[in-house]
C-alpha cells in the first residue's frame, strides 16, 4: 500500500531534550515536506526537500533540522524543543514538487512540557 | 510573497443543502492552486487543483472550484452536502514556475447538520 508513515504518533517530552520525529515514503517520491499544524493558523511548511541531500527552509525552520540521505525518509530533528514547539506534525511527500498531488502522513502530536 | 486567505473560520450548514467555501490569494505572479480535505483525526488529502486550462475543476465526490484571476479567488462549491462531508478544507497555493514551498490559509471547518 502507497503510504506516508510517521513515528511517533503521539510524544510527550520535557524542554531541551533532543527528539527525531521519522518519516517515510514508499512510493518512491522526490519530494518530501514537514508541516506544523496550530489552531487558527492552518497549516505552515518546516522544512522541505526536492530530493537526495537537498533540503531547505519553508516559513518556520527555527528550532528544526532535517536530513534526506535516502529518498524515502526524511526525519524532523528538535534539538532543544521548547513549548512552542508544541503542535501537530505532518510529514508529506510528491512525485515532484508541489505540482503533483501531495499525500501525507497521519501526523504527529507533540507535546514540549 | 503569495498568502492566502479563508475568511471563514466555520461554516455550519444543513444537510442537502448548497455551501460555499471562500478562498482568496495574493501573488504578483503565476500560481497553482489547491484545495485539501482534512477529516477528524486524519491528515489531509488533496481534494482538487488548478494548474492550467479550464478555470472550472471539479472533484470526483461532487465538489468543484472556479479559479477566477480577476477576483484572485478559488472557492469551493458543492451543490448538496452530506453529513460526510464534515471536515476541514484548506485552500492552498504555489508558484507555478517554482513548486517547492507551499503556502495555506488557515481552513475552513465545515459542519453538516442533519
Known amino acids: 500500500e502507497a503510504q506516508v508513515t510517521q513515528n511517533p504518533r503521539y510524544l510527550i517530552t520535557v524542554t531541551g531534550k533532543k527528539l527525531t520525529v521519522t518519516c517515510s515514503q514508499n512510493m518512491n517520491h522526490e519530494y518530501m515536506s514537514w508541516y506544523r499544524q496550530d489552531p487558527g493558523l492552518g497549516l505552515r511548511q518546516i522544512y522541505y526537500s526536492m530530493n537526495v541531500e537537498v533540503t531547505d527552509k519553508g516559513d518556520v525552520p527555527e528550532g528544526y533540522k532535517v536530513s534526506r540521505k535516502e529518498k524515502r525518509n526524511f526525519p524532523l530533528i528538535l534539538e532543544s524543543p521548547s513549548p512552542n514547539q508544541t503542535s501537530l506534525y505532518f510529514c508529506?511527500?510528491?512525485?515532484?514538487?508541489?505540482?503533483?498531488?501531495?499525500?501525507f502522513g497521519p501526523g504527529t502530536r507533540l507535546t514540549v512540557l | 510573497a503569495q498568502s492566502v486567505t479563508q475568511l471563514d473560520s466555520q461554516v455550519p450548514v444543513f444537510e442537502e443543502a448548497p455551501v460555499e467555501l471562500r478562498c482568496n490569494y495574493s501573488s504578483s505572479v503565476s500560481v497553482y492552486l489547491f484545495w485539501y480535505v482534512q477529516y477528524p483525526n486524519q491528515g489531509l488529502q488533496l481534494l482538487l487543483k488548478y494548474l492550467s486550462g479550464s478555470t472550472l475543476v471539479e472533484s470526483i465526490n461532487g465538489f468543484e472550484a472556479e479559479f477566477n484571476k480577476s477576483q484572485t479567488s478559488f472557492h469551493l462549491r458543492k451543490p448538496s452536502v452530506h453529513i460526510s462531508d464534515t471536515a476541514e478544507y484548506f485552500c492552498?497555493?504555489?508558484?507555478?514556475?517554482?513548486?517547492?514551498?507551499?503556502?495555506f490559509g488557515t481552513g475552513t471547518r465545515l459542519q453538516v447538520f442533519p
Open positions: 508529506a511527500s510528491s512525485l515532484q514538487g508541489l505540482s503533483s498531488e501531495q499525500f
Open positions: 492552498a497555493v504555489t508558484i507555478s514556475y517554482n513548486t517547492d514551498k507551499l503556502i
